[in-house]
């Protein structure tokens, strides 16, 4: 064999090395998964690399590359598509064209990204809105929010909440033509995070008198203490969100300070006065068996007590609403939870489920065997379809 060869054999095995991303059998079109990773992983890893390097931080690159995924504002036959703001906070509206005799329903969604990226503009965003509006005959507020690591919590919630509220006036409703009656919020990933957030801060505000209908949360992160759920425990690699780059989202949350990530990493993060919390995230209490089966439960591991001081936010239940007693549950509207088998958010997302019916509210659950985390974004795949009729049929019932 020439050197020419070999070299050739090298790149090769390196390379499938980098590709090779074992999927479960239930996957579908495993091949296209592949591919739609490998970008990913590439992007993702020249946002590291180059932070590494000194050159920029891993968010601005990745915010950079998916800058390109942006659309303009064009409204269509059926939507018609603005972009104002609500107590300063920017928002894209979505108003269906057609005539409408009644009040139209209001679904106010809430972009995904870990805090860091996303925007409402998104391609996808953009089409499920527009779909949204045009399916429900509802208008649809996508908001955007302020991002990290230039913003850290509370300002994406703070922002959220505040459109949210501005959409909740009596006057802005009679403008769009809502219905105050049937209002709802909506979000995905991080999006369900502050779509869960704001449903309970609502709950306890005497200013707002328009209570929501319904609350919404596509594969939510709920929860910053536990990273050693059993969902962490079997997918940390799965390409789409691995452990890391979760555990990067949420420290990024909270503060650009390093250390915060480190201890999160190794489930240290909690300081032993907190204790009392773990009760809301106990995995073997709060799981069905099926989701436990084979994982034994340790006792929490505490951390020093200087960060939690330092980033309060992440034991604040504005940004872990799974952290909320069930006092608080209790006056939560009527719920619809995803959740994705191949997600390390999976277990998060299904205690809560528990967690609200033991309170007593209404939830429909969708597991979705096969899902990923973000499937309802990823093009091109019938579970995105699958997935997204469920979402609608469900608002269309209950909204
Ligand atoms: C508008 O609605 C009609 C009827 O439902 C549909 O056939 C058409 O594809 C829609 N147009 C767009 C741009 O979605
Ligand atoms: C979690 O629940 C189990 C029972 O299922 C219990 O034995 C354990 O003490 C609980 N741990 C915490 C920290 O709440």
Redesign the pocket.
């Known amino acids: 064999m020439g050197k020419k060869m070999i070299l050739f054999l090298i790149v090769g095995v390196l390379g499938a090395y980098y590709i090779y991303t074992p999927f479960p059998d239930n996957i579908e079109k495993p091949w296209k998964l592949v591919w739609t990773t490998t970008n990913l992983k590439m992007v993702t890893d020249v946002a590291w690399f180059a932070e590494l390097l000194g050159i920029s931080h891993i968010m601005d690159t990745l915010n950079f590359f998916m800058s390109f995924l942006e659309v303009p504002i064009t409204s269509?036959?059926?939507v018609t598509v603005t972009e104002t703001t609500f107590n300063n906070v920017p928002v894209r509206v979505y108003v269906p064209n057609r005539k409408s005799e009644i009040l139209r329903r209001g679904l106010f969604y809430i972009h995904g990204g870990g805090w860091c990226l996303g925007d409402a503009a998104f391609f996808d965003y953009d089409l499920l809105s527009?779909r949204t509006a045009?399916r429900l005959d509802a208008v649809v507020i996508s908001t955007n929010y302020r991002l990290a690591p230039k913003y850290h919590f509370p300002s994406q919630f703070e922002d959220v909440y505040n459109a949210l509220r501005w959409f909740l006036h009596q006057d802005v409703l009679e403008k769009y033509g809502v219905d105050p009656e049937r209002i709802g919020v909506s979000g995905d990933s991080a999006g369900g995070n502050l779509a869960a957030a704001v449903a309970q801060q609502l709950i306890e505000d005497p200013d707002v008198k328009i209570k929501l209908k319904i609350q919404s949360l596509i594969y939510p992160a709920l929860q910053t203490l536990d990273m050693d759920l059993p969902s962490y425990r079997e997918y940390p690699n799965f390409p789409l969100l691995p452990r890391s780059l979760m555990v990067r989202f949420w420290s990024e949350y909270f503060t650009t300070d390093r250390s915060l990530e480190k201890a999160m990493l190794f489930n240290q993060h909690i300081p032993v006065e907190s204790s009392h919390l773990f009760k809301f995230v106990n995995w073997s209490s709060l799981l069905p068996e099926k989701f436990r089966k084979g994982h034994v439960y340790n006792n929490p591991t505490h951390g020093s007590s200087k960060l939690a001081k330092k980033y309060p936010g992440f034991l604040d239940v504005r940004a872990a609403p799974l952290l909320a007693d069930d006092n608080k549950l209790r006056g939560l509207p009527v719920t619809y939870v995803i959740t994705c088998q191949y997600d390390v958010l999976r277990d998060e997302g299904i205690m809560y489920v528990t967690r609200l019916r033991n309170a007593g509210v209404q939830v429909t659950h969708n597991h979705v065997e096969d899902g990923y985390h973000g499937a309802l974004s990823y093009n091109g795949f019938k579970i995105e379809y699958r997935i997204e009729n469920q979402y609608m049929s469900w608002l269309h019932e209950n909204l």
């Open positions: 269509d036959e059926n527009r045009d």
